[in-house]
């Protein structure tokens, strides 16, 4: 029995059949609530002070339902600054926590996440790679596209090796992401010794993770790859939930469990090296977030991965709301505050986990 099969029992055990439905519209309700409430101050909130009403007053104008168009600098603050660095944040959260949710399905793993197969490392060896050597063949998108590129190369690599016979056991994906993973954390930092001082200083700055580079363009630029993987993922779901069962009986159960494997490592590297390579390495939405969720409502999938994706991008707006505000004038580093924040929540999983379990085995 693998553990995520432990957990999802004792969360079963500890939310009663009738009350996982409930629960989980109720906490779908509460997220959505959160977000509408969490997106007008986000968007108000900052050096240059913007009321709500005002801000709701411009979205209106702007749609055509009445309200009033704002002076010249609040109006361009609002919406080439704010609300694309909000949208930004949204699907870079949304991104994460669902290729989260998937990650711990495919793997059995509640502490699995995006990192796992190597994405996230991989895409920062393609922007670090990037920096360092000036690269500029395709201008201002260059740092994305080979972030993008190198990221989904490294799961497609970490996939091929880890194949044998035609099929791909869990616990060898997983050493083969962790020898990827230290293979690309050399050539990182291979990189960073080649750089010079101004690209050294670009290269912390991105490994860290930031929205501080929001545009629209950068948002158009995430969009199909996050719009893509939101909406296949939930179409998984039910796949999900018999794997959770064992290979055996999910095969025994009619599912294609080699088949459903690839196709969703490919939707979490569809969506991490999107997010990954227009803001940098985050840490620990895709990991706490699904794993909350799972606490709250039962391990079902149909509502565990959407619900995931709502929370991550509540989740991550919240956090950046944070850390720009919290140090003002100065910013933190988004990627930094996460870490601060979900560390100490992977040490209390794996000592509840324990306690659970009664040891580690």
Request: aromatic letters at 6%; glycine letters at 12%.
């Amino acid at each position: 029995m693998t553990v995520l099969e432990k957990t999802e029992q004792e969360a079963a055990a500890e939310v009663p059949p009738r009350r996982r439905r409930t629960t989980g519209w109720l906490l779908t309700v509460g997220m959505a609530v959160g977000l509408l409430v969490l997106v007008p101050v986000a968007a108000g909130i900052g050096a240059y002070p913007i009321p709500v009403a005002d801000v709701l007053a411009s979205v209106q104008h702007k749609v055509g339902l009445g309200g009033h168009e704002l002076d010249r600098v609040a109006e361009s603050v609002l919406w080439n600054v704010r609300f694309p660095r909000i949208v930004l944040a949204l699907l870079v959260g949304a991104s994460l926590g669902c290729a989260g949710a998937l990650m711990q399905g495919v793997f059995g793993n509640p502490l699995a996440e995006p990192g796992t197969i190597g994405v996230s490392v991989g895409a920062a060896v393609g922007a670090v790679a990037s920096i360092s050597l000036g690269l500029s063949f395709f201008g201002n998108w260059t740092l994305p596209a080979m972030a993008f590129a190198a990221g989904l190369g490294t799961v497609l690599l970490v996939y091929g090796m880890s194949r044998s016979g035609g099929r791909t056991e869990v616990v060898t994906l997983i050493l083969t992401g962790i020898a990827v993973n230290a293979f690309c954390g050399a050539l990182v930092g291979l990189f960073i010794f080649l750089a010079d001082t101004a690209a050294v200083n670009q290269i912390t700055f991105w490994q860290l993770g930031s929205l501080s580079q929001a545009t629209w363009e950068r948002v158009l630029a995430v969009l199909p790859c996050a719009a893509i993987g939101l909406l296949l993922a939930p179409l998984y779901s039910r796949r999900l939930d018999l794997l959770a069962l064992g290979d055996r009986p999910a095969r025994h159960l009619g599912v294609d469990v080699e088949r459903l494997r690839i196709v969703l490592i490919l939707v979490v590297a569809l969506l991490t090296a999107a997010a990954v390579s227009v803001a940098g390495v985050i840490g620990f939405v895709g990991l706490v977030v699904p794993h909350l969720l799972r606490m709250a409502a039962g391990p079902g999938h149909r509502f565990l991965v959407p619900g995931s994706a709502l929370g991550g991008a509540v989740v991550l707006l919240g956090a950046d709301l944070a850390a720009r505000t919290m140090a003002a004038p100065a910013e933190l580093p988004l990627g930094v505050l996460t870490a601060l924040l979900g560390s100490p929540f992977f040490f209390w999983l794996l000592r509840r986990t324990r306690r659970k379990q009664g040891g580690w085995a």
